[in-house]
């Protein structure tokens, strides 16, 4: 079954730089990459995915990569800001399959 | 804005008694979701539903753990005897498409278990 490895498990920036997480998976046949957002005490937010058939998706201070060839994919986000503190989850799914989530990385953004 | 609904939010048992969590999803979202988070690990797949039918249950310990979404929308989760190690926040989600791939997941707040 699809494994999904994440690093860091914590990260800690200065305001205003830039933070990068990193997954890999396993399983080729995932096509469908989200990465969700948990604010202590709060549920799982999808803030940005990507599919397979791109290579790279931004949306503002955020974006994602994927190498389908390395299998790994990553989430990055610029001019971080302390509300950007938070446990971030990647995750990983097949047509049809179930979301197969990584560690977490917990960000602290200092001011 | 619609919302997953769980309850209740917050559970503390002893050890071998029985507990049971109740989700409703998002009005016309097919499939179903329970996960299981373990305080600072990512959330594990537990069973997953499309419609009224399970999808996934690989990961559900079967001998205490059970599962059912009889109608097809609201689902119930049920551990018989809670071990101490069921500790942990049991998420539902739901999405609108047919699998992960296919919509977003939508999680509910969530139901906090702590057993004695």
């Known amino acids: 079954g699809e494994n999904v490895e994440q690093h860091p498990s914590t990260l800690s920036v200065q305001e205003g730089d830039s933070a990068v997480i990193k997954c890999t998976y396993s399983?080729?046949?995932?096509?469908?990459f989200p990465w969700y957002k948990q604010e202590l005490g709060k549920r799982p937010q999808l803030i940005i995915d990507?599919?397979?058939?791109?290579g790279e998706k931004k949306d503002q201070r955020i974006a994602v990569t994927l190498n389908k060839t390395a299998k790994h994919f990553s989430l990055h986000i610029t001019e971080t800001q302390p509300e950007d503190s938070a446990v971030y989850f990647c995750?990983?799914?097949?047509?049809?399959?179930?979301?197969?989530f990584g560690q977490g990385t917990e960000l602290s953004v200092k001011p | 804005e619609a919302e997953v609904a769980q309850s209740p939010r917050y559970k503390i048992t002893e050890k071998s008694q029985a507990v049971a969590f109740w989700c409703d999803p998002i009005?016309?979202?097919?499939?179903l979701y329970w996960y299981r988070q373990i305080l600072g690990q990512g959330p594990e797949l537990l069973v997953q539903?499309?419609?009224?039918?399970?999808?996934?249950d690989s990961q559900l310990p079967k001998d205490r753990f059970s599962a059912e979404r009889l109608k097809g929308v609201d689902s119930t989760l049920k551990i018989q005897p809670a071990e101490l190690g069921d500790s942990a926040m049991y998420l539902c989600?739901?999405?609108?498409?047919?699998?992960?791939?296919?919509?977003?997941?939508?999680f509910g707040e969530g139901s906090r278990l702590t057993v004695l």
């Open positions: 989600a739901s999405s609108a498409g047919q699998g992960a791939a296919t919509g977003e997941l939508f």
């Open positions: 399983d080729s046949a995932s096509n469908y």
């Open positions: 990507i599919r397979s058939n791109v």
């Open positions: 995750a990983a799914s097949s047509q049809g399959g179930k979301l197969i």
């Open positions: 009005s016309g979202h097919a499939t």
């Open positions: 539903f499309q419609d009224e039918s399970v999808v996934d």
